[in-house]
């Protein structure tokens, strides 16, 4: 999976979910700016688990704050993938 496909996907999840109409960003504080309360985060959590067929530990987002941080958690923690792994395939199309 592409890194922009990555995170398209979740911040598409992650404006479905929100109660704001502003769009969310790879910077926007999920918690802060977008009122992500504990309810919102398990569903969050839900809805990432069902969309790549994963099931995220609780304690792995604990320290989630943006999206970028969703990006990188799941990239690196749950799908085994990378920022090299990435470049590396957009090389190949080229």
Same mark, same amino acid.
Request: proline share 1%; no cysteine.
């Given at each position: 999976? !592409? @890194?922009? +496909? &990555?995170?398209? !996907?979740?911040?598409?999840? =992650?404006?479905?979910?929100?109660? $704001?109409? @502003?769009?969310?960003?790879? *910077?926007?504080? &999920? $918690?802060?700016?977008? +009122? =992500?309360?504990?309810?919102?985060?398990?569903?969050?959590?839900?809805?990432?688990?069902?969309? =790549?067929?994963?099931?995220?530990? *609780? *304690? +792995? =987002?604990?320290?989630?704050?943006?999206?970028?941080?969703?990006?990188?958690?799941?990239?690196?923690?749950?799908?085994?993938?990378?920022?090299?792994?990435?470049? !590396?395939?957009?090389?190949?199309?080229?």
């Amino acid at each position: 999976m !592409k @890194e922009n +496909d &990555l995170k398209n !996907k979740i911040l598409t999840i =992650f404006q479905t979910i929100s109660r $704001r109409t @502003e769009p969310i960003r790879m *910077e926007t504080n &999920l $918690r802060e700016e977008m +009122d =992500f309360d504990s309810l919102t985060t398990l569903m969050a959590m839900n809805e990432l688990d069902d969309a =790549f067929e994963i099931e995220i530990n *609780e *304690e +792995d =987002f604990i320290d989630v704050v943006t999206a970028a941080d969703v990006v990188r958690l799941l990239r690196e923690n749950y799908l085994g993938l990378s920022a090299e792994s990435d470049a !590396k395939e957009m090389a190949n199309e080229t």
